[in-house]
């Protein structure tokens, strides 16, 4: 979208804003919905709704719960943060962007989305907009959510009220790549339909919009996004269990096949969080409906989930040719949330690669500036120390936090009982400086 593109949108929906009155909900005040929800109050009034009251009592205070934001962010937008759903009835455009997960048993959770199209329905009234961004399989929106909506609003969709599905992109973590300067793709029920969602977003993305020409299509786009990133880190991640098994270095090969101008640079590593490691499962999930079982997606998810396991067993082997029992072993993990710079533990693989260790009954001590302890223990029974304790046979340095990639091979050498023994999951610190140390 070139600037005199963008210029026309910012007044049509000024002039949108300005005839119609609009309002904006956002349902799910998540590192997705509080972001968006912010940047949209700069121009519309918000109201942003999340069922946790002691998140909204945090946003009240202009304090963001994922630890994302600063309260610089809140400045200036017109937002009331609720936990009262019927507040929402003053809106008449309305964005869900509740978290969609998966069961133990890798099957869509859609019970958030479901209850969040519920509590929009009992609102709803004729001339509305919904807008759905959580990340879903093709159809779900259409075939899932919106007849949620019809069954407890009484209005029927496309002629009572507009819809559409507009995916989010927002990574957490990422300071430069922020709300306004993403590319947004929007779809519609109808073009009445999306040229409304169109002007709406056009108010605060800079980065232009793609107008995807269904519904179903903008679904199926966000979802293989993250599916796509998937089978690629698989793929590195099988090669690094082949070339240790060969004992070649798997980083060293990359740089050297780095150098020829198409190869794809991905690397290997823990495959979690709340995107890359659910989202494959929806697709598999829709296509298994349909009458097709899926042979790569699945195949990536197997290498993937199957890391955790092949690390705990490579670090008890190496304790096992050192001399050193495993059942009598300490090692600390640092890190244990999805990525580096963010305080998000939800699918962490770390907590598979801990529960492994432990497996070996192996004494673990996990560490993470940025990581809850009550979350971690709430939710996966895990114990998160404030400070390293004595001496460790083994380090695994499993995240990338600056404060850890910043530390030096003497700092490493005081955390360990004899020589450093250092397995480096991120392959951040200089192999050159450890004397035993291993990465993927």
């Given at each position: 979208m070139n600037l005199e593109q963008q210029h026309a949108n910012k007044l049509e929906t000024r002039n949108l804003k300005q005839n119609t009155n609009i309002i904006l909900s956002v349902t799910g005040l998540g590192y997705v919905g509080l972001p968006l929800a912010l940047e949209f109050a700069k121009e519309f009034k918000v109201i942003g709704f999340d069922i946790n009251k002691e998140r909204i009592a945090l946003m009240q205070q202009g304090i963001d719960p994922s630890n994302e934001l600063t309260s610089v962010a809140f400045e200036h937008a017109d937002i009331t943060f609720t936990s009262n759903y019927e507040d929402l009835s003053n809106a008449n455009f309305h964005i869900i962007g509740v978290p969609t997960d998966i069961d133990k048993n890798k099957v869509p959770n859609l019970q958030p989305l479901l209850s969040a199209s519920q509590s929009i329905g009992?609102?709803?009234?004729?001339?509305?907009?919904?807008?759905?961004?959580?990340?879903?399989?093709?159809?779900?929106?259409?075939?899932?959510?919106?007849?949620?909506?019809?069954?407890?609003?009484?209005?029927?969709?496309?002629?009572?009220?507009?819809?559409?599905?507009?995916?989010?992109?927002?990574?957490?973590?990422?300071?430069?790549?922020?709300?306004?300067?993403?590319?947004?793709?929007?779809?519609?029920?109808?073009?009445?339909?999306?040229?409304?969602?169109?002007?709406?977003?056009?108010?605060?993305?800079?980065?232009?919009?793609?107008?995807?020409?269904?519904?179903?299509?903008?679904?199926?786009?966000?979802?293989?996004?993250?599916?796509?990133?998937?089978?690629n880190i698989s793929l590195m991640n099988e090669l690094a269990i082949i070339f240790d098994k060969m004992n070649i270095d798997t980083q060293a090969v990359l740089e050297a096949a780095g150098t020829k101008w198409n190869f794809h640079k991905y690397q290997p590593g823990l495959v979690g969080g709340h995107c890359i490691s659910v989202d494959p499962f929806y697709l598999m999930h829709k296509a298994k409906k349909i009458g097709i079982d899926p042979q790569v997606i699945a195949a990536g998810r197997r290498v993937n989930d199957f890391i955790p396991t092949f690390i705990a067993k490579k670090v008890a082997q190496t304790l096992i040719e050192l001399g050193k029992n495993p059942g009598k072993a300490r090692v600390l993990v640092m890190g244990v949330t999805f990525k580096e710079e963010v305080s998000d533990i939800r699918n962490s693989k770390v907590i598979d690669l801990i529960k492994e260790l432990q497996d070996y009954s192996i004494e673990v001590d996990a560490?993470?500036?940025?990581?809850?302890?009550?979350?971690?223990q709430q939710h996966y029974g895990v114990a998160l120390?404030?400070?390293?304790?004595?001496?460790?046979?083994?380090?695994?340095?499993?995240?990338?936090?600056?404060q850890y990639r910043n530390m030096t091979p003497l700092e490493f050498e005081k955390l360990s009982n004899g020589e450093t023994l250092l397995f480096d999951i991120k392959g951040v610190m200089n192999k050159k400086e450890f004397k035993n140390y291993w990465r993927l």
């Open positions: 009992k609102i709803l009234k004729k001339g509305d907009t919904v807008v759905y961004e959580s990340t879903v399989y093709p159809g779900c929106t259409e075939e899932d959510c919106v007849p949620v909506l019809e069954k407890y609003s009484g209005l029927t969709a496309g002629v009572d009220f507009h819809f559409g599905y507009s995916p989010e992109r927002i990574v957490p973590g990422d300071k430069v790549r922020t709300v306004r300067k993403i590319l947004k793709i929007v779809s519609g029920n109808s073009p009445e339909a999306l040229e409304k969602i169109a002007s709406v977003y056009g108010a605060i993305i800079q980065a232009g919009l793609h107008q995807a020409p269904s519904i179903k299509v903008a679904e199926a786009a966000k979802v293989i996004e993250n599916t796509q990133r998937d089978i560490i993470d500036p940025n990581a809850s302890p009550v979350e971690l120390q404030s400070q390293p304790s004595g001496t460790y046979d083994a380090i695994v340095l499993a995240v990338g936090h600056a």
